[in-house]
């Protein structure tokens, strides 16, 4: 353990292995600083069907990098993910310093002791001086898989493996999402812009977004179906077009989406929104927060049940889309897992 940091939670046995039972996972990490040194301690979490979470090794090529600085391997922050053909793709920074982090994509097979492999996208950048930059968004349509870096740029894969990069397809300012399905991609981010494209690796085209200036911060993609979000703001689009503004109820912020057929959730600063189509859209009786100070920041179903992770390391469930029951001591620090997933 490195000196200083607080101590990790309890783990399953000596190894820090999970039982092959183990279902449900989450990830966060925290950024301190120790003696002008910047540590990331990566918090691999899973639980059996009851969310009782237990800490992880974290397992490969991942496990090296906790360590800021430019002579050091650097500190990674997980900011996106994608469940796709039997495996986990975790996107994200390695952070080199205060000013400059590179993107960085790991892959592992679904298994309750995932190892992760660093995945070589192009993205990556030049360590300790090129700039600020993250692997913002994973998506899939088909065997095609597609990661879009904070700096417009993307990688596409044809086999999950072997990835070849592509400038800026047309951002202005950061990229903030990337949402993917059997119409193609959108990706989306600030100045209000969104691009879709059938063909990834061909011309991206600008969409009508409906947001003006303003960021769009997240994309949710749900058969044809493509839903876009930021701040007070929430658009849909039936393919691969222009999306129509939809109406929210008063003082909402929304920063996360997710859905199923037939169900979506747009969740934000002590916001959570729901939608059976996507276009009509209503704050519910309940909601998992239950009336605290915080927000979705991971939010998935899994045999029948919704799982949403609070930014205080709380988690709620609902079986019914509509009644949230808070798990007891679900037994994560108080940390955003802004990344989670069920086998």
């Not at 397992?59 to 500190?75: C, E, L």
């Not at 997240?218 to 493509?226: D, E, K, N, R, V």
């Not at 057929?261 to 996507?278: N, V």
């Not at 930014?311 to 990344?339: C, H, M, R, Y």
Request: glycine share 14%; with cysteine; aromatic share 10%.
């Amino acid at each position: 353990m490195i000196p200083g940091l607080t101590a990790p939670a309890p783990q399953f046995g000596r190894t820090g292995l999970l039982p092959a039972s183990v279902k449900h996972f989450a990830l966060s990490s925290a950024f301190q600083n120790i003696g002008g040194v910047y540590y990331r301690d990566p918090y691999l979490f899973g639980a059996r069907t009851g969310l009782q979470f237990q800490r992880a090794r974290l397992r490969g090529d991942a496990a090296a990098y906790v360590i800021a600085g430019t002579d050091k391997p650097g500190a990674f922050q997980p900011i996106c993910s994608l469940k796709h053909d039997g495996k986990i793709y975790l996107g994200g920074r390695l952070t080199d310093d205060g000013s400059n982090a590179r993107a960085v994509l790991f892959v592992a097979a679904t298994s309750a002791n995932p190892v992760w492999e660093m995945v070589t996208t192009g993205l990556e950048g030049p360590k300790g001086t090129g700039g600020y930059r993250g692997i913002v968004g994973i998506a899939a349509k088909g065997s095609q898989i597609v990661a879009l870096s904070s700096t417009g740029e993307i990688a596409v894969s044809d086999d999950g493996a072997a990835f070849a990069a592509y400038p800026n397809i047309g951002f202005t300012g950061a990229a903030n999402a990337l949402a993917g399905g059997e119409a193609g991609f959108f990706a989306v981010g600030a100045n209000g812009i969104a691009l879709s494209a059938a063909d990834p690796k061909g011309a991206w085209t600008a969409r009508t977004s409906t947001f003006g200036t303003a960021a769009v911060l997240t994309a949710l993609c749900i058969g044809t179906l493509f839903v876009i979000a930021g701040g007070a703001r929430l658009a849909t689009a039936n393919g691969l077009a222009n999306f129509t503004a939809r109406s929210l109820p008063g003082g909402a912020y929304v920063d996360l989406l997710a859905g199923v057929p037939g169900r979506f959730f747009a969740g934000g600063s002590e916001t959570w929104l729901t939608a059976t189509d996507g276009a009509a859209w209503s704050a519910p009786s309940d909601n998992p927060y239950k009336g605290a100070a915080t927000r979705p920041r991971a939010a998935y179903k899994a045999d029948g049940r919704w799982v949403v992770h609070w930014a205080d390391g709380n988690i709620s469930v609902s079986e019914n889309d509509a009644d949230w029951t808070k798990i007891d001591s679900p037994g994560l620090p108080a940390q955003p897992f802004t990344v989670a997933w069920a086998l």
